[in-house]
T-cell receptor
Framework: SAVISQKPSRDICQRGTSLTIQCQVD?????MFWYRQQPGQSLTLIAT?????????ESGFVIDKFPISRPNLTFSTLTVSNMSPEDSSIYLC??????????FGPGTRLLVL | AQSVTQLGSHVSVSEGALVLLRCNYS??????LFWYVQYPNQGLQLLLK??????LVKGINGFEAEFKKSETSFHLTKPSAHMSDAAEYFC???????????FGKGTHLIIQP
């Protein structure tokens, strides 16, 4: 399985600011995704990070709020913009292996005050 | 479109007893099905997956799941519970190995000594 790291592991931010989360994989992968896990809730897919093109967002998520970059096959960033307390969540990236299995990073715990 | 229903937000079993966590899915295409486990303050770990091969799937830590198309179910079982099995368990579905996952709400497994 791929080794996935995320930075930062956690952060506390003030409302109205933005935070960029990084996801790094130790091997080239085609598919990379971003998920959100709100407190005590399940995971919800935010978007598919496409290499070399704009991300594909799920219903309820928009690029202005969650801009995503995917400059190469091992790296992606998710920015949470103009944050409010409702954005307090764990944000996770995932990748799909050659065996069509999805593996997750350790997550970034975000608290917005 | 896919959806997942996990029956029982909390399941409590005695140590050594059978573990049964229920998952029913809805999918317009042949599904890929997954079970993930999340220990407190940790990321998601893949337990097992079904991708149209054998209907009985064996995973890590003694867990297994059986795909039943007629019942649209993918229940997770373990013959004998261990204290270390206490965690949150998520069932997930996708339409293909390269698709994003749709998660159930999760089941919190409690192991009684």
């Amino acid at each position: 399985s791929a080794v996935i790291s995320q930075k930062p592991s956690r952060d506390i931010c003030q409302r109205g600011t933005s935070l960029t989360i990084q996801c790094q994989v130790d091997s080239q992968v085609t598919m990379m995704f971003w998920y959100r896990q709100q407190p005590g809730q399940s995971l919800t897919l935010i978007a598919t990070a496409n290499q070399g093109s704009e991300a594909t967002y799920e219903s309820g998520f928009v690029i202005d709020k969650f801009p995503i970059s995917r400059p190469n096959l091992t790296f992606s960033t998710l920015t949470v913009s103009n944050m409010s307390p409702e954005d307090s969540s764990i944000y996770l990236c995932s990748v799909v292996s050659q065996q069509e299995t999805q593996y997750f990073g350790p997550g970034t715990r975000l608290l917005v005050l | 479109a896919q959806s997942v229903t996990q029956l029982g937000s909390h399941v409590s079993v005695s140590e050594g007893a059978l573990v049964l966590l229920r998952c029913n899915y809805s999918s317009s295409v042949p599904p890929y099905l997954f079970w993930y486990v999340q220990y407190p303050n940790q990321g998601l770990q893949l337990l097992l997956k079904y991708t149209s091969a054998a209907t009985l799937v064996k995973g890590i830590n003694g867990f297994e799941a059986e795909f039943k198309k007629s019942e649209t179910s993918f229940h997770l079982t373990k013959p004998s519970a261990h204290m270390s099995d206490a965690a949150e368990y998520f069932c997930a579905v996708s339409g293909g190995g390269a698709d994003g996952l749709t998660f159930g709400k999760g089941t919190h497994l409690i192991i009684q000594p």
